[in-house]
């Protein structure tokens, strides 16, 4: 049997391997890997025979649903680019990303489609649009728009051959930056498909697994629920959950035997009442996005004794860096471990130099999972992925690595330790969002006069987000219940502010003329440690 080296091969080759297994489940919905693949092919040749071109982009912007994990196959098996969309997300920042990235076929439900229509005219590029069901009622499409059925679609397909090569772009993932607005990381076939192996070697998957979806499809640790399962042959259970006794629910029901959950989420679950013998399915538990709280890490423990921790950090611009294997957990639970296969990780100085033992340092990745860029912004760009200095050779092909712009240190036996980020960057929730991203909406409501965001930790979130503002200019008070309405109307539940505190303009400024955010948020802080 042939190795899978474009992103649908996965599917592909598990399919080929065992046709009749079990590969993904949602609801009362199963599919086998043949049922799966052949139809990641029919919706691929759809794609084809509406025109669908090498590189172009398919956004996907649904809920967890089977028709989701199709369409983000299908569209690279189809030569395409696909472009996950949080379904969190508002129609403003849906329509940004669509025009950014210059999106020719957007893939959603009518109920999604009715909220988008207001956006969907500044998307010049958009001509498609694949609808998973047929709409109860007429809507006016901006001119130039043709509306498809998925049912049709895969009709009329078309036979798809090999249209890309493993370094063609398969995805462009999209992340907060710091300027505010969203940044689109580029990633190829091989990125995916090693980050795949790569993590699937060493949490041991293997075709007899089942795993849970819990995370949103839209971040690189959701979507490796995917792929890790994909490559191993093992099957997917997706959940769109409300609460967390929702997730406990469905590790029972379905016998789950891997978990990846974000900080937040275990927290919660801590807080649960778990049924006796979890753990004799349950053969591991992963933790990304963020560092997992002692009392937590042994809450979990206790409650599944045979189950193994994996304790893991990554970023999107590399898939992920590194884990702590779980034999590591007692001697060293504050450590994020080591690099992950075929990865190597650096702490390096500003000059490019290796930090000694436990030297605070900028993490470095290079490897086969360092992603191509950001979408169109080519500073960005520059800033993240570098050549590694000191590391010439006579080939011609250069290697770029990832700066990932956040502070760790190596110990003597060499396991690194987490020590901060070097931006201003809100992480609540598993999310990484932008201060100013906040900002920009609490301007646009006019009940502000200036306003800075910035997180402050929180035992629950990691991070919630606290906002400074001044009364609008034309006087008088911040209508409160007005701002925190217009947050909710504009923000996913995870960006708006947990406390507004009003002070008398204008706030300090820094000497480049900026709002100062860190002697702002450092008196906060201080004011939050000071006792009572």
């Known amino acids: ?262 900080p937040p989420l275990y927290i919660q679950l801590t807080q649960l009442e778990w049924p006796a013998g979890v753990d004799e399915h349950l053969r591991y538990f992963a933790n990304t996005g963020g560092r997992m709280p002692r009392e937590t890490l042994d809450s979990l423990r206790a409650r599944v004794p045979r189950s193994m921790p994996f304790l893991m950090y990554g970023l999107t611009e590399a898939f992920r860096s590194t884990y702590l294997p779980p034999e590591e957990v007692d001697r060293r639970p504050d450590s994020i471990g080591k690099a992950i296969p075929n990865a190597e990780i650096l702490v390096l100085r500003p000059d490019g130099s290796e930090c000694d033992t436990d030297e605070p340092g900028e993490l470095v990745h290079r490897g086969a999972l360092v992603g191509m860029g950001y979408w169109n912004d080519t500073e960005k760009t520059a800033e993240r992925y570098k050549l590694l200095p000191g590391r010439d050779s006579a080939l011609q092909l250069p290697e770029y690595a990832v700066f990932s712009g956040d502070t760790v240190r190596r110990d003597a036996e060499g396991f690194l330790y987490f020590v901060g980020r070097n931006d201003e960057m809100i992480k609540t929730s598993g999310y990484r969002i932008s201060p100013t991203e906040i900002e920009e909406v609490l301007y646009a409501t006019r009940l502000v006069g200036e306003c800075v965001a910035f997180g402050v930790e929180h035992a629950v979130l990691g991070q919630a987000v606290h906002v400074i503002a001044t009364p609008p200019p034309n006087g008088g008070e911040i209508d409160m219940a007005a701002l925190m309405q217009q947050c909710r109307v504009h923000m996913p539940a995870y960006m708006v502010p947990a406390a507004v505190e009003v002070r008398a303009g204008p706030l300090p400024r820094n000497p480049n003329g900026k709002i100062d955010r860190k002697l702002l948020s450092t008196e906060v802080l201080a004011r939050m440690a000071a006792p009572t």
Request: with cysteine.
């Open 1 to 262: 049997m042939s190795d899978s080296y474009l992103l649908p091969d996965l599917i592909r080759v598990a399919a080929a391997r065992a046709p009749g297994a079990p590969a993904l489940i949602h609801g009362e919905m199963s599919l086998s890997y043949g049922e799966l693949d052949a139809a990641v092919q029919a919706f691929a040749g759809g794609l084809a025979a509406l025109g669908l071109q090498r590189g172009e982009r398919v956004a996907i912007y649904l809920d967890k649903r089977v028709e989701t994990v199709i369409a983000s196959f299908a569209a690279p098996a189809a030569g395409g680019v696909f472009v996950p969309l949080n379904p969190l997300l508002k129609a403003d920042q849906i329509g940004f990303i669509l025009d950014n990235c210059a999106v020719r076929m957007l893939v959603t439900s009518p109920e999604r489609l009715s909220l988008l229509v207001p956006v969907l005219g500044s998307c010049p590029s958009l001509r498609h649009i694949v609808l998973t069901a047929a709409l109860a009622e007429p809507m006016a499409m901006p001119p130039g728009l043709t509306v498809h059925l998925w049912q049709d679609l895969c009709r009329a397909a078309t036979s798809v051959g090999r249209r890309s090569i493993d370094t063609d772009m398969a995805a462009i993932l999209y992340t907060s930056g710091s300027t505010g607005k969203p940044k689109g990381v580029v990633l190829s076939h091989r990125n995916m498909v090693a980050g795949a192996k790569s993590v699937a070697s060493y949490l041991g998957n293997h075709a007899g697994d089942t795993l849970l979806a819990a995370l949103p499809l839209s971040f690189d640790a959701g979507f490796s629920q995917l792929t890790t399962a994909f490559h191993s042959g093992a099957r997917v259970v997706l959940l769109n959950y409300l609460v967390p006794r929702d997730v406990l629910k469905a590790v029972v029901k379905h016998r789950v035997t891997g978990l990846t959950a974000v």
